[in-house]
């Protein structure tokens, strides 16, 4: 019997990285699942590799509608719903995120929508069917290491620092309003992982060599979607029901490793 069995999940952004990998685990461990993704490409193909009995959904996370529908979703499909794991989001440097005094105005809104609004979105949603159901639950919410362990030499988007910070203060306020009610609120904050939104600096030898160095865990390396899966299994399942207004870090050693020589 898996860790997860019979549990009606939600995963937004659940359709590549670091949340297809989670879908997949999830699977395994006995969860039904409804699966949201922005590209509809990706979603089909997440919908041939998890199989007929997960419904992919492909919508954007940052309108709010596409919360709701996902939970109406999972009621229709499944009866019901037990947990939501906000994976979507993504580096706002492409919309101008950097260094604060250089980020143009729309890449403020933006990164913030992307992944700071998005994440409410979803929460209000879930926490709207659990009170009105009178029915427990629980949230994961995928923060960053940047949100506390922040790296100046290679990692200085702010905005999206601020928009992960944004999430564990959101998650905990959350965790203490909602416990009465048996909703659990965890966040989970990654290191450096090989995603597709990662690919910029994985494919820098500079960077490359610094996250060896600040990732020290397995041999020095970036962790892979996959490290992230059994943490976000645990964390939705029952044996975590004593656990809420918590952030685990699954990041390698960075946020206790002393920053290293860049030239090391």
Not at 230 to 259: C, E, H, K, N, P
Request: hydrophobic share 45%.
């Amino acid at each position: 019997m898996g860790l997860l069995e019979n549990k009606r999940l939600i995963v937004v952004g659940g359709t590549s990285g670091m949340g297809l990998a989670a879908a997949r685990a999830f699977v395994r461990e006995g969860a039904r699942l409804v699966v949201l993704g922005k590209d509809p490409a990706t979603t089909t193909q997440a919908s041939a590799e998890l199989g007929r009995e997960v419904v992919c959904l492909s919508g954007d996370a940052e309108q709010a509608g596409e919360a709701d529908r996902c939970v109406q979703a999972c009621l229709e499909h499944f009866g019901g719903l037990d947990g939501l794991f906000h994976v979507a989001g993504g580096s706002g440097r492409r919309m101008g995120d950097g260094l604060l005094h250089a980020v143009p105005d729309e890449a403020i809104q933006k990164t913030l929508d992307l992944n700071l609004a998005s994440v409410i979105l979803s929460n209000r949603a879930a926490l709207r069917y659990w009170i009105q159901a009178r029915q427990p639950g629980v949230i994961l919410n995928m923060g960053s290491v940047l949100a506390d362990s922040p790296s100046a030499t290679f990692f200085s988007t702010h905005v999206y620092a601020a928009a992960k910070a944004g999430i564990v203060g959101l998650s905990k306020s959350l965790a203490a309003s909602y416990a009465p009610y048996q909703v659990r609120v965890n966040v989970l904050a990654p290191g450096l992982i090989a995603t597709p939104m990662s690919r910029r600096a994985m494919e820098d030898p500079g960077i490359a060599a610094f996250v060896a160095r600040k990732q020290p865990l397995d041999g020095g390396r970036a962790g892979v979607p996959e490290d992230i899966c059994a943490a976000a299994v645990f964390l939705l399942s029952d044996g975590a029901r004593f656990i809420t207004g918590q952030v685990l870090a699954v990041d390698g050693g960075w946020s206790v490793t002393d920053r290293p020589m860049v030239n090391a």
